[in-house]
């Protein structure tokens, strides 16, 4: 059985670590909230519409700006911005944020966070991984076993080099079914390549084709203590 993973924190001066957009978003989203003295809650407990504009500005989140959001919606709702969508509920889920008076307020834990990306990295991102059902974010069945960690060593060995979703799936999961389509790479896609391109660990590649590429990141091996290193020489940091 293989041990699960290690997450190592970063430094600082860690290199490459502007890769990991969702601990960073995180961080403007708290400090945000501190600045304004909390964000608005509709009655939902979703963050209200002039924040959410305000969140599709400051992110700049690919394949959620402001332009493309607006070309399919007349008003921005949170679940709309999928992103913060995600944030909102991981950052109560770590209680680095709270629900207080119909606002959305940092923690003390959450403003230890403001201008300290390293820390935000390593406080978020180990806890994002492991402890989100990545599937149920994805608002959808899974068609894949498993969660997120069961994947890392499988993705450690196969994605050193660019490889598109589906020879990524038929190489951890085995041939495509016949005659029947494939949710496979779809489901691999939501539920572990994305939060893992978004915490900076796989970079992306989408030439407009139907089949993404990734590959692993220079934060991978930098971050992560995986069994499978053994394999390829890779070397305690």
Known sequence: MLAPPVFRSIPPDAPHLAL???PHCAE?????????????LTQGGALK????NWAAEAFAWPGYTVQELYRM?????????????V?????????????????????RTGRGLIGTPHLAFNEIVPRFLLEVDH???????????GRLADYLDALNLAAGDWIGTDALTERILGPAPEKVWDRRPSSLYVGVLQPLIWCGLLLEAD?????????????????????SDEVLGVREA
Not at 93 to 106: E, Y
């Open 49 to 52: 519409r002039v924040h959410v």
């Open 28 to 40: 403007l989203l708290l400090a945000e909230a501190e600045a304004a003295g909390g964000l608005a």
């Open 20 to 22: 990991a957009r969702l």
């Open 73 to 85: 919606n007349k008003v921005l709702n949170e679940e709309d911005v999928f992103p913060l969508w």
């Open 207 to 227: 030439d407009g084709a139907h089949d993404t590429r990734v590959m692993k990141s220079p934060l991978w091996h930098q971050v992560l203590e995986l069994s």
């Open 87 to 107: 944030l909102h509920r991981v950052l109560l889920h770590t209680k680095h944020a709270r629900h207080h008076a119909k606002m959305f307020r940092p923690t």
């Open 135 to 145: 599937a149920a974010m994805g608002r959808g069945r899974s068609a894949i076993p």
